[in-house]
């Protein structure tokens, strides 16, 4: 298996642009997880969903930031507008979701930067 | 509630020494605490996890220790290695880690040679 592939790995954009960053999980798993990481908030958790339903989304900062899964192999996560505040690295993690499994396996993640 | 402390921030050692990592938390509903270690321009990526029915867990090199009456846990790495220089998470969870992660700050560790 190819792991958890985000794409684009780096993207920078203008203020005011709409962003979308891509993942795809781990074929076979059931939960996907969005998270941030900057140096002065570390790892925080966006949105997740599980079987493609959204259960937890209160980590999304604001009504910018809207975050979608269609089907089992692919979610977005939308910046619109965009805000130099928004620049951090944006990590996609997927899991089997069941007790017992081993932990996540994260994408290598999507470097934003928006001047 | 939600949160785990993790400490130090940063932890310099040398070649062939022990390197501690300790984490702390509130919620006596965490069940699954693993952690993580992320190299420059990586995800982070499993290293070792903890249930709390056991006190100490030990893959290689690496060992978490377990208290769970003082709600703590540690990461020691023995015989710590150059190429042991990353950043390491400690995280807890409900279910048996299938709900979400919280995670600690992160501690950068390097590693002398």
């Known amino acids: 298996d190819a792991g958890v592939i985000q794409s684009p790995r780096h993207e920078v954009t203008e203020m005011g642009q709409e962003v979308t960053l891509r993942c795809k999980p781990i074929?076979?798993?059931?939960?996907l997880f969005w998270y941030r990481q900057t140096m002065m908030r570390g790892l925080e958790l966006l949105i997740y969903?599980?079987?493609?339903?959204?259960?937890?989304d209160s980590g999304m900062p604001e009504d910018r930031f809207s975050a979608k899964m269609p089907n089992a192999s692919f979610s977005t996560l939308k910046i619109q507008p965009s805000e130099p505040r928004d620049s951090a690295v944006y990590f996609c993690?997927?899991?089997?979701?069941?007790?017992?499994?081993?932990?996540?396996?994260f994408g290598s993640g999507t470097r934003l930067t928006v001047v | 509630q939600q949160q785990v402390k993790q400490s130090p921030q940063s932890l310099i050692v040398q070649k062939g020494g022990i390197s501690i990592i300790n984490c702390a938390y509130e919620?006596?509903?965490?069940?699954?605490f693993p952690w993580y270690q992320q190299f420059p321009g990586k995800g982070p990526a499993l290293l070792i996890a903890?249930?709390?029915?056991?006190s100490e867990k030990k893959e290689g090199r690496f060992t978490i220790s377990f208290n769970k009456s003082a709600k703590q846990f540690s990461l020691h790495i023995m015989d710590s290695q150059p190429g042991d220089s990353a950043t390491y998470f400690c995280?807890?969870?409900?279910?048996?880690?299938?709900?979400?992660?919280?995670f600690g700050k992160g501690t950068k560790l390097t590693v002398n040679p």
């Open positions: 993690a997927s899991s089997f979701g069941l007790e017992g499994s081993y932990g996540y396996t």
């Open positions: 969903f599980n079987n493609n339903v959204p259960i937890d």
């Open positions: 074929s076979g798993h059931n939960s």
């Open positions: 903890i249930r709390p029915d056991v």
């Open positions: 995280a807890a969870s409900y279910r048996g880690g299938s709900e979400k992660l919280v």
């Open positions: 919620n006596t509903a965490f069940d699954y």
